[in-house]
T-cell receptor, first 115, second 113 residues
């Protein structure tokens, strides 16, 4: 499969627990994005990597959230001390380098439920 | 006020109808405009991608961008029940510092057989 892969697809966790999601981008896509989508809303930008460098972080990304992309390949998004308000779909997307024809392709998402 | 406004619908039309979906935006720096289709509990799927103003056609889908009015549209001809989904408009700037996509709220569309 050559698409963006996200794992796990679903995660149910108790409030206060830590969770980690993984994203494997499309091969040769050097840009990787994380978005969060709540019910009835469009995706909201969280953070973005070019290769292993984290170039932009949204103010939505509180200090409980951390993202990494070691070696510029897969990425992980960790949420510490989860809260009920963290329940959402977490989407990963990747795109090719350059400023032209750099449309982003999304994975199927990880649906997080905090109980 | 949000940077990108999209009527959330829901919009329900009979099979075969022409569907018009629209978004307005406020940031004049936006240069790239996309339409994504999202089925329930799935990730967004890229449908159309347009740079700057103009029209782009792909099969039954036509995307239009009017930068002077800050208004973009997606038209679906001969709509099919399989087109039932949420349609998201998204846009971004051109510079290295403007790579994130800004999405509309999404319009939920149902095509009735």
């Amino acid at each position: 499969d050559t698409g963006v892969s996200q794992n796990p697809r679903h995660k149910i966790t108790k409030r206060g627990q830590n969770v980690t999601f993984r994203c494997d981008p499309i091969s040769e896509h050097n840009r990787l994005y994380w978005y969060r989508q709540t019910l009835g809303q469009g995706p909201e930008f969280l953070t973005y990597f070019q290769n292993e460098a984290q170039l932009e972080k949204s103010r939505l990304l509180s200090d409980r959230f951390s993202a990494e992309r070691p070696k510029g390949s897969f990425s992980t998004l960790e949420i510490q001390r989860t809260e009920q308000g963290d329940s959402a779909m977490y989407l990963c997307a990747s795109s090719r380098p350059g400023t032209e024809n750099t449309e982003a392709f999304f994975g199927q998402g990880t649906r997080l439920t905090v109980v | 006020q949000k940077e990108v406004e999209q009527d959330p619908g829901p919009l329900s039309v009979p099979e075969g109808a022409i569907v018009s979906l629209n978004c307005t935006y406020s940031n004049s720096a936006f240069q790239y405009f996309m339409w994504y289709r999202q089925y329930s509990r799935k990730g967004p799927e890229l449908l159309m991608y347009t740079y700057s103003s103009g029209n782009k056609e792909d099969g039954r889908f036509t995307a239009q961008v009017d930068k002077s009015s800050k208004y973009i549209s997606l038209f679906i001809r001969d709509s099919q029940p399989s087109d039932s989904a949420t349609y998201l408009c998204a846009m971004r700037g051109r510079s290295q510092g403007a790579q994130k996509l800004v999405f509309g709220q999404g319009t939920r569309l149902t095509i009735n057989p």
